[in-house]
């Protein structure tokens, strides 16, 4: 009897920006993107908010990141953070 139809594939995954499920289906022998994730080093510049602005530490570069809950007590002005750029989008939250 022929086959009918290519085996499938699912790959669920939780994204490391929005905390979501996320679910692809796809024939088997194809290929699925995987993200590069940095981890770069930044100091803490000033708190403003809840928002801190970092200076990183290999281009100088400023920016503005939210603070997330988890890691507050851990931000303070001078001090050397780590944050993550995955697919050019930068966070301070820790990506497990």
């Excluded at 939780?14 to 905390?19: A, F």
């Excluded at 995987?34 to 803490?44: C, E, F, S």
């Amino acid at each position: 009897m022929p086959k009918h139809g290519a085996a499938k594939a699912r790959v669920e995954a939780i994204g490391l920006l929005d905390d979501k499920r996320h679910s692809i289906v796809k024939p088997a022998d194809e290929t699925v993107d995987v993200p590069i994730i940095t981890k770069k080093m930044a100091q803490v510049l000033a708190i403003v908010d809840n928002n801190a602005q970092l200076m990183d530490l290999t281009t100088y570069e400023v920016f503005e990141l939210p603070i997330p809950e988890e890691i507050k007590e851990r931000v303070k002005p001078g001090e050397e953070v780590a944050y993550f750029e995955v697919v050019g989008t930068k966070t301070l939250k820790p990506i497990k």
